[in-house]
């Protein structure tokens, strides 16, 4: 089976998958196409120029798609709302992904598309949301809002109730903190350039804290050495507590 042939079938697959979808949800056409660039300039509202697979027709152009993200209280993108989170591997395409897409004429824009569903069928990622089950506080997902889109987090990794046990017996602790030391390198080496600042590294626990953004967080989130993510809560001292 070559490799256009296999597109073939994965649209008509996803064809007739979609097609009461289509009839109910204002889609007139599926598009199944190779990205070639992504526009990220309004980022709540990106745009996907797309290579239209070639089709038996023999029809091959470039077409641009416009992806809307809905807006919290705040004016951002609300990564909480679960059609969000189903679309946020837009904002991490490249050249070369193949996607399906079930669309209808832009109201405001002529000649391009408006995304009403959105499949991920190939390329460097085949997964939306990996590890999306680590993110153990979920108004973490709420918390990203302009000017700085980054929030405060603590990271847990694995290995790290055995590690603990390791830490309280001198005769491996000295080779249990190195260990920690490697695998927060390990995690925090694999991050995207930027999207995240670090913050305090901890020596007799696997883990660590800083500012990520929501880009860094689906990184972080995905990585096998991450066991959980929560909300950094800023701890206020009072008179009479003890640090």
């Given at each position: 089976?070559?490799?256009?042939?296999?597109?073939?079938?994965?649209?008509?697959?996803?064809?007739?998958?979609?097609?009461?979808?289509?009839?109910?949800?204002?889609?007139n056409?599926?598009?199944?196409?190779?990205?070639?660039?992504?526009?990220?300039?309004?980022?709540?509202?990106?745009?996907?120029?797309?290579?239209?697979?070639?089709?038996?027709?023999?029809?091959?152009?470039?077409?641009?798609?416009?992806?809307?993200?809905?807006?919290?209280?705040?004016?951002?993108?609300?990564?909480?709302?679960?059609?969000?989170?189903?679309?946020?591997?837009?904002?991490?395409?490249?050249?070369g992904?193949?996607?399906?897409?079930?669309?209808?004429?832009?109201?405001?824009?002529?000649?391009?598309f408006?995304?009403?569903?959105?499949?991920?069928?190939?390329?460097?990622?085949?997964?939306?949301?990996?590890?999306?089950?680590?993110?153990?506080?979920?108004?973490?997902?709420?918390?990203?809002?302009p000017p700085?889109?980054?929030?405060?987090?603590?990271?847990?990794?694995?290995?790290?109730?055995?590690?603990?046990?390791?830490?309280?017996?001198?005769?491996?602790?000295?080779?249990?903190?190195?260990?920690?030391?490697r695998?927060?390198?390990?995690v925090?080496?694999?991050?995207?350039?930027?999207?995240?600042?670090?913050?305090?590294?901890?020596?007799?626990?696997?883990?660590?804290?800083?500012?990520?953004?929501?880009?860094?967080?689906?990184a972080?989130?995905?990585?096998?050495?991450?066991?959980?993510?929560?909300?950094?809560?800023?701890?206020?001292?009072?008179?009479?507590?003890?640090?």
């Open positions: 089976m070559t490799r256009q042939t296999f597109f073939y079938l994965i649209t008509a697959f996803f064809l007739c998958m979609n097609i009461s979808m289509a009839a109910y949800g204002g889609i056409r599926i598009i199944s196409g190779c990205v070639d660039q992504v526009d990220l300039k309004d980022i709540r509202n990106p745009k996907i120029i797309v290579q239209v697979l070639r089709t038996p027709s023999g029809e091959s152009r470039k077409i641009t798609l416009n992806v809307r993200f809905t807006a919290g209280p705040k004016g951002c993108i609300d990564w909480s709302d679960p059609k969000n989170q189903s679309k946020a591997f837009v904002l991490s395409l490249v050249p992904n193949v996607i399906l897409a079930g669309v209808a004429p832009a109201e405001v824009a002529p000649g391009e408006q995304v009403r569903s959105l499949e991920f069928i190939a390329g460097e990622s085949d997964s939306i949301f990996p590890g999306r089950e680590k993110i153990k506080d979920e108004s973490l997902l709420k918390a990203f809002h700085e889109p980054k929030v405060p987090v603590i990271v847990l990794l694995a290995g790290h109730e055995k590690l603990k046990l390791r830490i309280s017996d001198p005769k491996t602790s000295d080779k249990a903190r190195a260990e920690i030391r695998l927060q390198d390990d925090l080496g694999s991050l995207p350039e930027g999207e995240f600042e670090p913050g305090l590294r901890l020596a007799n626990i696997p883990s660590f804290s800083g500012q990520i953004t929501f880009s860094g967080l689906r972080l989130a995905g990585h096998p050495l991450v066991s959980a993510i929560e909300t950094d809560q800023l701890m206020e001292l009072h008179p009479g507590t003890s640090d």
